[in-house]
């Protein structure tokens, strides 16, 4: 009886992603040198565990600029410095809650960002440490 209605159990046990959310107590967009030394004060401050904090970055590897003026100046040298301008996203946000995804959509009137997965994801706080993108053609004459 019940398996020849298989679009009854389809019809039950079905849901769309965009209609179920997830919480955080804080988000971070951007798992760089900035939301990176921002979530760690917050676990500092003991007012945050790392469990409250969900952080987003697409990138699985991040460059510590300012390590590169140094590797200008001392010849034989970038080799050893090289580990510690290139760092590892996931071995910096071990215990955090980290997603190696992007953010596609921010509602700051509705506490919510959309992940590039179409999955919604509210908070009690937002902090936006995306970084930048140099784009060197867009200067005149370059």
Known sequence: MFAKNTNFFKRIFSFNLMNFSQH??????????????????????????????????????????????KIAGLHGMDKLLTKHIIY???EITNDFNFKNWAISD?????????????????????????????DLDSIPGN
Do not use: C, R
């Open 24 to 69: 955080s107590k804080v988000i971070i967009i951007g798992a760089g040198t900035g939301g990176i030394s921002t979530a760690k004060q917050m676990i500092q401050g003991k007012n945050f565990k790392k469990t409250d904090i969900t952080i987003f970055d697409p990138q699985s590897i991040h460059y510590y600029q300012p390590g590169f003026t």
């Open 88 to 90: 590892d996203i996931k």
């Open 106 to 134: 921010i509602d700051p009137e509705n506490n919510s960002v959309v992940d590039q997965n179409g999955e919604k994801w509210t908070y009690d706080y937002l902090i936006v440490a995306a970084g930048l993108k140099v």
